[in-house]
């Protein structure tokens, strides 16, 4: 199995670059239905794909360059219907969080313009392909987004796993990790572990798609991120009772996304080799991108962090080398044999889920 090693040394470059990146936008690319279906993994239950020129659009800031990104947010043509270009357009500029200043070196040590220091051609503009995909469907379904920059370094194979961070949607490490994975060759495989925002308004009727647009339920059946499941006469009588209210996936799902965070860092890794070996095996080493042959690096932050780290205690078949986690969250295992003391003293209930603290 390769080494973390044949990545650049994770040194405070790293921790630079990780904390101001950015990623694409949609615009003016085609979709493609995938040809060959079985490649996929089976629990993929739809996919697209789209190209980036890396000047009109691009994988690392959405067509805006690196100038754009530290300015206003780019606005919708009509603000009460944007497209799915337009909202990934906004996730990708609020992802980077550059509009609030330059301190701390950004675009002269760190982000989308510059690597290891060195300014980049083009802006901070990647060009490449987007593969987004969804697995599972309405309240059970996660959502995945891998890019595979056209420079992707086939001799040396890597893959930046970067599942999201809070309640975040898929796009949200676009500005942490995606820039130091493109910037270095790498594919870079997001998720929003299940809890991307989604809702469900009983009064309209309007749920939201998988891609952020949103609509009358009978317009995205099938393809609704969250659903809170009422038949109509339901739905018409809690709005009788309780008007105006909304359901949210997190809130009201019924489901337990923490439970299977490693579960889809390891899948959005998973789809990542596939969709190298579908459609990127001209120049792939001997035997296709596999464990093996592909360094792959997990990382994240907050719960994020925590769904990496989970990731590399799930990870049965070697398809993890190296996990990158900023302040994780985690639930621990009982601290059996662990004492825990802050300021001399010892704390008699460390590592209790958050509802014991609130309790």
Same mark, same amino acid.
Request: hydrophobic share 40%.
């Given at each position: $199995?390769?080494?973390?090693?044949?990545?650049?040394?994770?040194?405070?470059?790293?921790?630079? @670059?990780?904390?101001?990146? =950015?990623?694409?936008?949609?615009?003016?690319?085609?979709?493609?239905?995938?040809?060959?279906?079985?490649? +996929?993994?089976?629990?993929?239950?739809? +996919?697209?794909?789209?190209?980036?020129?890396?000047?009109?659009?691009?994988?690392? /800031?959405?067509?805006?360059?690196? &100038?754009? %990104?530290?300015?206003? $947010?780019? #606005?919708?043509?009509?603000?009460?219907?944007?497209?799915?270009?337009?909202?990934?357009?906004?996730?990708?500029?609020?992802? @980077?969080?550059?509009?609030?200043?330059?301190?701390? *070196?950004?675009?002269?040590?760190?982000?989308?313009?510059?690597?290891?220091?060195?300014?980049?051609?083009?802006?901070?503009?990647?060009?490449?392909?987007?593969? #987004?995909?969804?697995? !599972?469907? !309405?309240?059970?379904?996660?959502?995945?987004?891998?890019?595979?920059?056209?420079?992707?370094?086939?001799?040396?194979?890597?893959?930046?796993?970067?599942?999201?961070?809070?309640? !975040?949607?898929?796009?949200?490490?676009?500005?942490?990790?995606?820039?130091?994975?493109?910037?270095?060759?790498?594919?870079?495989?997001?998720?929003?572990?299940?809890?991307?925002?989604?809702?469900?308004?009983?009064?309209?009727? /309007?749920?939201?798609?998988?891609?952020?647009?949103?609509?009358?339920?009978?317009? =995205?059946?099938?393809?609704?991120?969250?659903?809170?499941?009422?038949?109509? &006469?339901?739905?018409?009588?809690?709005?009788?009772?309780?008007?105006? #209210?909304?359901?949210?996936?997190? @809130?009201?799902?019924?489901?337990?996304?923490?439970?299977?965070?490693?579960?889809?860092?390891?899948?959005?890794?998973?789809?990542? =080799?596939?969709? +190298?070996?579908?459609?990127?095996?001209?120049?792939?080493?001997? *035997?296709?991108?596999?464990?093996?042959?592909?360094?792959?690096?997990?990382?994240?932050?907050?719960? !994020?962090?925590?769904?990496?780290?989970?990731?590399?205690?799930?990870?049965?078949?070697?398809?993890?080398?190296?996990?990158?986690?900023?302040?994780?969250?985690?639930?621990?295992?009982? %601290?059996?044999?662990?004492?825990?003391?802050?300021?001399?003293?010892?704390?008699?209930?460390?590592?209790?889920? =958050?509802?014991?603290?609130?309790?």
């Amino acid at each position: $199995m390769p080494s973390a090693g044949r990545l650049p040394a994770l040194s405070r470059p790293l921790a630079l @670059a990780l904390t101001a990146a =950015l990623v694409s936008p949609l615009a003016h690319a085609a979709d493609r239905t995938p040809s060959a279906r079985s490649a +996929l993994p089976s629990f993929i239950s739809e +996919l697209t794909e789209r190209r980036y020129d890396g000047r009109s659009d691009d994988l690392l /800031t959405a067509g805006l360059g690196f &100038a754009g %990104l530290r300015g206003p $947010m780019p #606005r919708a043509a009509d603000p009460d219907r944007p497209t799915a270009a337009e909202l990934r357009r906004q996730a990708v500029w609020a992802s @980077a969080g550059l509009s609030a200043g330059s301190g701390g *070196g950004l675009g002269r040590l760190y982000g989308p313009d510059v690597d290891r220091g060195r300014p980049v051609p083009g802006d901070g503009k990647v060009a490449g392909v987007e593969y #987004r995909a969804v697995a !599972g469907s !309405g309240a059970h379904s996660v959502s995945f987004v891998v890019q595979v920059p056209d420079g992707f370094d086939r001799a040396r194979p890597c893959v930046v796993a970067a599942p999201a961070t809070g309640l !975040g949607g898929v796009y949200s490490m676009v500005g942490t990790a995606g820039a130091w994975g493109l910037h270095h060759r790498c594919a870079v495989a997001y998720t929003d572990k299940g809890m991307g925002p989604a809702f469900d308004d009983p009064h309209s009727g /309007t749920v939201m798609g998988y891609d952020g647009t949103t609509g009358p339920r009978a317009r =995205l059946h099938g393809r609704t991120a969250f659903d809170a499941g009422l038949s109509d &006469a339901e739905r018409a009588r809690f709005d009788a009772e309780h008007p105006y #209210r909304v359901a949210y996936k997190m @809130a009201h799902s019924g489901m337990n996304p923490q439970a299977t965070w490693g579960r889809d860092v390891l899948r959005s890794i998973r789809l990542a =080799l596939a969709v +190298l070996n579908r459609d990127w095996r001209a120049g792939a080493p001997g *035997g296709g991108y596999t464990p093996a042959s592909t360094t792959v690096l997990a990382t994240g932050v907050s719960n !994020g962090g925590g769904a990496a780290v989970a990731a590399g205690e799930e990870d049965r078949g070697g398809l993890v080398d190296a996990v990158v986690a900023s302040e994780p969250q985690l639930n621990l295992a009982p %601290l059996n044999g662990v004492r825990v003391r802050q300021g001399g003293r010892a704390v008699p209930a460390a590592g209790l889920p =958050l509802i014991r603290y609130n309790a």
